[in-house]
Nanobody
Framework: QVQLVESGAGLVQPGGSLRLSCTASGSAFSIYNLSWHRQAPGKQRELVAVISSGGYTYYADSVKGRFTISRDNAKNTVYLQMNSLKPEDTAVYYC???????????WGQGTQVTVSS
């Protein structure tokens, strides 16, 4: 069982930056594929970025070049560095851990990011 806790919520002006963190409890963090998702009001949850256990990364087109996902297995933490933020990035951001072996998935509780002047 893995429990995920996000942090880094905030209000930021357009063009600003924010870093989200997601720390996991439990063992074997390094084997999990980790991802960030977001859900804006009235919209479906969407994938933002993924980092595999091997360090391979994938980004949605809407954030490519602006967001960076990274992981620190020693700290059981995955990060999402968000730069050049836009109002359309406003959403609740969720992290997810996926086990490639058992296919189990674990979600964090979500953290609010608001981009507004």
């Amino acid at each position: 069982q893995v429990q995920l806790v996000e942090s880094g919520a905030g209000l930021v002006q357009p063009g600003g930056s924010l870093r989200l963190s997601c720390t996991a409890s439990g063992s074997a963090f390094s084997i999990y594929n980790l991802s960030w998702h977001r859900q804006a009001p009235g919209k479906q949850r969407e994938l933002v970025a993924v980092i595999s256990s091997g360090g391979y990364t994938y980004y949605a087109d809407s954030v490519k070049g602006r967001f960076t996902i990274s992981r620190d297995n020693a700290k059981n933490t995955v990060y999402l560095q968000m730069n050049s933020l836009k109002p359309e990035d406003t959403a609740v951001y969720y992290c997810k851990a996926s086990s490639p072996q058992s296919r189990a998935e674990y979600w964090g509780q979500g953290t609010q990011v608001t981009v507004s002047s």
